[in-house]
Every structure is written in structure tokens, then in C-alpha cells.
């Protein structure tokens, strides 16, 4: 008899260590999905506030022109942004890079302030055609020359440094970064050594 009393005492136990191993494990899973959805690559949702960002920080503000049912945007955005993203590497120290997603409806704060509607604003740049990569000083001006579609996903990121370059040089800054996302974390590598 004491035998059984131990036997259900201890799988009640179990189960109990069990289920609070599973919770523990569930709010862990939580916790790391709310911060990765902190690094994905951003919805632009205040044209003026990222402007006054760009302006503090002196970096140039890359946006690509992208919505939900185009197929090369999502490519783009898991291939390349959500990675570029994620490495902690370019977000706020080479670049201010956000989602302008042409099929939603609601209006955002534009450079000035005054409220626009991201189709009208995306035909009105002629970034209409997804995706589009546009890259802009902090006062509206494109610093460095577009890129539209895909041409080869993996050279996609150095085509983005490229034009990273070319925006810093017109911004008349003296900042520079390696032509490929390789060579610039080995450059962030050494610095941090």
C-alpha cells in the first residue's frame, strides 16, 4: 500500500514538473518571437520621425516599395532584409531601412508632416512597380540610384552597399562599408576585438 501511495504521489509529481518544464518552455518560445519581431525589417509608419532620425544620426534611409501579394518582395524581405535585420549590423549604424507596403490603406506622417496614402505616394515616385529600393537623405532627396525587381538574389545585398556607398558620398559624408554583408561583419569583428 505504501508503495502505491509513493507511486501516484511521485507521477503526480512528474506530470507536474512536466507541466511547468512545457510552460516554461512556451514563454521562452514568447519571449524570443517578441524580440525577433523587434529586429524583422519594419513597416515605415512615420516618414517625418525616421527623417528626424536620419538627420540625427547621419545616415541615409533605405525603403523598398514591396506589398503582401508580391512574391519578389517577400523573397527580398526573407532573403535579405529580415537577415540584414537581424545581424545587428546595419539597422540605426549604416542605414535606416523600412517596408513601405504600397497595398495598405492607412495613411502615414510624410516628411513634412501632412498625411499621405502609400500607393499614391509610391506612384508618385514611380516606385509603383514591387519592389523597388529607393534611397533618401533625411530632407526627401534620393542620394543613390534605385534598384527595381531582382535581378540575382545573391548579389542583391552588395548591390545594396553599393548604393549605400554612393548615398553616404552624396550625403557628403565621409562613412564607407565593405562591398559585401561578409566583409562588413568581419569588419564589425575586429572593431569589437
Given amino acids: 500500500m505504501k508503495q502505491i501511495l509513493l507511486k501516484n504521489a511521485f507521477n503526480k509529481t512528474s ?3 512536466m507541466l ?3 510552460l516554461v518552455f512556451l514563454l521562452k518560445i514568447t ?3 517578441d524580440a525577433n519581431s523587434d529586429s524583422s525589417f519594419k513597416e515605415l509608419t512615420n516618414l517625418q520621425k525616421l527623417a528626424e532620425q536620419s ?3 547621419k545616415l541615409p534611409i533605405m525603403l523598398m516599395f514591396g506589398a503582401e501579394w508580391c512574391e519578389f518582395c517577400e523573397l527580398l524581405q526573407e532573403s535579405v532584409f529580415d537577415p540584414m535585420m537581424l545581424g545587428g549590423l546595419y539597422e540605426e549604424k549604416v542605414v535606416l531601412m523600412r517596408h513601405v507596403g504600397v497595398d495598405e490603406a492607412e495613411p502615414i506622417p510624410s516628411w513634412d ?3 499621405i496614402n502609400k500607393a499614391k505616394w509610391a506612384y508618385e515616385l514611380d516606385a509603383d512597380l514591387t519592389p523597388t529600393v529607393l534611397f533618401f537623405d533625411a530632407n526627401g532627396h534620393e542620394v543613390a540610384p534605385r534598384i527595381i525587381g531582382i535581378s540575382e538574389i545573391t548579389l542583391y545585398a552588395g548591390l545594396i552597399h553599393q548604393r549605400l556607398n554612393t548615398a553616404y558620398k552624396n550625403m557628403g559624408l565621409t562613412k564607407r562599408i565593405p562591398v559585401t554583408p561578409e ?3 568581419k569588419e564589425s569583428v575586429k572593431k569589437t576585438q
Fill in 15 to 17: 506530470k507536474t514538473f
Fill in 20 to 22: 511547468i518544464l512545457l
Fill in 31 to 33: 519571449q524570443q518571437a
Fill in 55 to 57: 538627420q540625427q544620426l
Fill in 113 to 115: 508632416g501632412t498625411l
Fill in 183 to 185: 566583409l562588413l561583419e
